[in-house]
């Protein structure tokens, strides 16, 4: 079995608050090959790291991110709304998780939005982690613009699709996604088939589906040969790679 790069999805989300230092600090004592973590703006341009454009669902506060400051943002809980054990955790900005992840694993920074992208880049060269990082986005633009920044950042196409594509979808996707400078294929793991592992390989492009987090699944993934796996239960993803000899 080849081997197969681990993901802890917004750090590790089944055991932590998602996308706290704390989720990444427990993500990081397993020695995952990467964590993911979602970035964003504030109303007075901070980067900081929240999956949904409001505070409401992750902390105890309400409100949008975009119309907060960063001083605002700092004073809610983002930790108990997931256990009492996590209480006073605060929202990260992208400076401090760059700063806890430099050296001990390698990120994935999700664009939640897409004109902050030469901010992002500029964050990452300030701490020198540009072979410790890849860019991902939904958005296309977000890819096209990478390769103008002469950063060794990589692009990772995220699209939705619930059933596994067929063979001129696959390719459809990867010429897509190869147009826009892609080196890594994100998709949800219901869209993977063997074909686009294929056409994605052919086309020297990685597949690394999301967010798989059932023992089955992982397992069926690897079969097809997949890349890299994301996951919120980044300690059973640990485990079913290295029963099936895939650990990196
Ligand atoms: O890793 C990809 C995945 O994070 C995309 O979906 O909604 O969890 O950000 P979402
Ligand atoms: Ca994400």
């Known amino acids: ?18 996308n706290t230092l704390a989720s990444f600090a427990r993500a990081i004592e397993l020695s995952p090959d990467m964590i993911e973590c979602d970035v964003r703006h504030t109303k007075d341009d901070n980067l900081i790291i929240m999956h949904d454009p409001t505070v409401d669902r992750t902390t105890d506060g309400s409100g949008c991110v975009a119309k907060m400051t960063l001083e605002e943002i700092k004073t809610l809980d983002a930790g108990s709304w997931r256990s009492p054990q996590y209480a006073g955790e605060r929202v990260p900005t992208l400076d401090e998780t760059l700063a806890l992840c430099k050296g001990r694993v390698r990120l994935i920074l999700e664009l939640k939005e897409e004109e902050i992208d030469s901010s992002v880049v ?62 890594i294929l994100g998709i949800n793991y219901q869209a993977v ?24 699944n992982m397992v069926s993934m690897a079969e097809l040969g997949v890349d890299g796996i994301t996951s919120n239960n980044l300690r059973l993803l640990l485990e079913v790679l290295k029963d099936i000899g895939a650990e990196s």
Request: aromatic share 6%; net charge neutral.
């Open 193 to 216: 088939s063997g074909a686009l592992v294929r056409a994605s390989h052919a086309a020297g492009i990685k597949i690394m589906p999301w967010t798989v987090d059932d023992r089955e």
């Open 1 to 18: 079995m080849d081997k197969i790069c681990s993901i802890g999805h917004r750090g590790i989300a089944a055991e932590a608050p998602e």
């Open 122 to 183: 500029q964050a990452v060269r300030n701490f020198g982690m540009e072979d410790g990082v890849v860019i991902a986005s939904f958005y296309d633009k977000v890819g096209l613009r990478l390769p103008n920044l002469s950063t060794r950042l990589v692009f990772k196409r995220l699209v939705w699709r619930y059933l596994p594509l067929t063979e001129s979808e696959s390719v459809q996707l990867v010429d897509e996604s190869a147009a826009l400078n892609a080196s």
